[in-house]
């Protein structure tokens, strides 16, 4: 029953396990039985977490930590297969496992209130097995092959409003303290012709020299694909609200400034009091306008969905080794490295194991193995580590 359970949730195994046949058992058979080769076929159970880096379409990667415990949970479907074929010192092998669940990860940043990821996974393995060492005690094997790796993952995002409005609020104050620092440089420039006539030309000067300077305040938040354009283009929502807000600032100053000599009468005074709170009132609209418009940009810029698929195939060589304690139990292990850059830049596991040899024909294996892969490509990240218990069963003829 446990090894039912174990083969049903199978995780991502392939080509862990050692599936070769191995001659020097105690257990013989029979004479006239012997073929020039052997067979394995075996049902591999990795009990693995997920632990590691998971990005597509650009996105910030969600991180994804789920100990096996949590993720049978989060199995939708899994099929896994292992053969090998052995004659004399060579041997072949094939395996493959597919696999679909659905994690939640890691909030990618304060703009996102969760994310839910739903992955597919398949992997296929062939390589070539070279006996270096063979007795009666076991045996040694160098390995090389190909390791083929297929990842589509879709995420789906939920927006934290207040993270967003927090966010836009930090964008628009540091705007509004960059504008206000920028127009009066600019308006002191420019004051032997301080005319109310002039504000064109003011607003215009300012304009030019500020948006390039506020430019750099936008492109800090926030880093999803898409905000940032969406808020920064010259010819965005954003741009609009923040030429108000600078035609309002020059406007507040030119009437300071312009007011400096005294009035000739209290009506000039009292006009000119109410024609700069109305200008004040202007410019506190023109700040909370470029608040909402980020925040409302952010909002519709973040997407409620993002999914992605990279497919790859890593070279790997490494070994494999056997030895039998007793006729029934023997200890394996196996390791090998890939990637190099051809697929992904590194590619690496490491397998041990205990086994028990029913029969001639009958064997079953307990162990651990750690597989990483950290592999990166136009915006798609997969740079994670599965690793945990391993169980299978081997039927060999």
């Not at 379409?57 to 991180?63: F, R, S, T």
């Not at 926030?222 to 923040?242: Q, T």
């Not at 497919?311 to 039998?324: H, T």
């Not at 651990?368 to 997969?382: I, M, T, W």
């Amino acid at each position: 029953m446990v090894l039912l359970v174990a083969v049903t949730i199978a995780f991502n195994a392939f080509a862990g396990t050692d599936h070769s046949i191995s001659r020097d058992l105690a257990v013989s058979p029979p004479q006239g039985a012997k073929s020039d080769w052997e067979f394995a076929v075996g049902i591999p159970g990795w009990m693995a977490g997920l632990n590691g880096d998971i990005g597509v379409a650009g996105l910030n990667p969600v991180h994804v930590d789920l100990p096996f415990t949590k993720l049978v949970s989060h199995l939708d479907m899994v099929a896994a297969l292992a053969v090998e074929a052995q004659h004399d010192r060579w041997g072949f092998f094939i395996a493959g496992v597919y696999e679909k669940l659905g994690v939640n990860g890691d909030t990618p940043g304060p703009l996102i209130d969760s994310v839910k990821v739903d992955m597919k996974m398949a992997l296929a393995e062939v390589g070539v097995a070279y006996r270096v060492w063979k007795g009666k005690r076991g045996y040694f094997d160098l390995l090389a092959g190909a390791r083929y790796f297929y990842m589509g993952s879709t995420m789906n995002f939920d927006v934290d409003s207040s993270g967003v409005d927090a966010a836009s609020q930090q964008v628009a104050d540091a705007a509004v303290n960059r504008v206000t620092s920028a127009v009066e440089r600019e308006i002191s420039e420019l004051l032997p012709e301080l005319k109310s006539t002039a504000r064109g030309k003011i607003t215009a000067g300012a304009n030019s020299r500020i948006q390039a300077q506020v430019d750099r305040i936008l492109a800090q938040y926030p880093r999803s694909p898409g905000v940032i354009d969406a808020i920064n283009g010259r010819n965005s929502p954003v741009s609009d609200v923040l030429r108000e807000l600078i035609a309002a600032k020059v406007a507040e100053k030119q009437i300071t400034l312009s007011g400096v000599k005294a009035a000739v009468s209290a009506e000039v005074a009292a006009a000119k009091a109410r024609a700069k709170s109305k200008l004040q009132s202007d410019v506190r609209r023109a700040e909370q306008n470029l608040a909402n418009k980020i925040a409302a940009t952010i909002k519709k810029a973040i997407p409620s969905e993002a999914s992605g698929s990279k497919s790859w195939v890593d070279p790997f060589v490494g070994f494999r080794a056997r030895y039998n304690f007793t006729d029934k139990l023997y200890a394996m292990t196996r390791a090998d490295i890939g990637g190099f850059g051809v697929g992904s830049e590194l590619a690496w596991q490491a397998y041990g194991a205990l086994g028990w040899q029913f029969n001639r024909h009958w064997s079953t294996e307990l162990g651990y193995r750690y597989l990483a892969e950290d592999y990166q490509s136009d915006g798609f990240v997969f740079d994670a580590a599965m690793a945990g218990a391993y169980l299978g069963i081997t039927y060999k003829f």
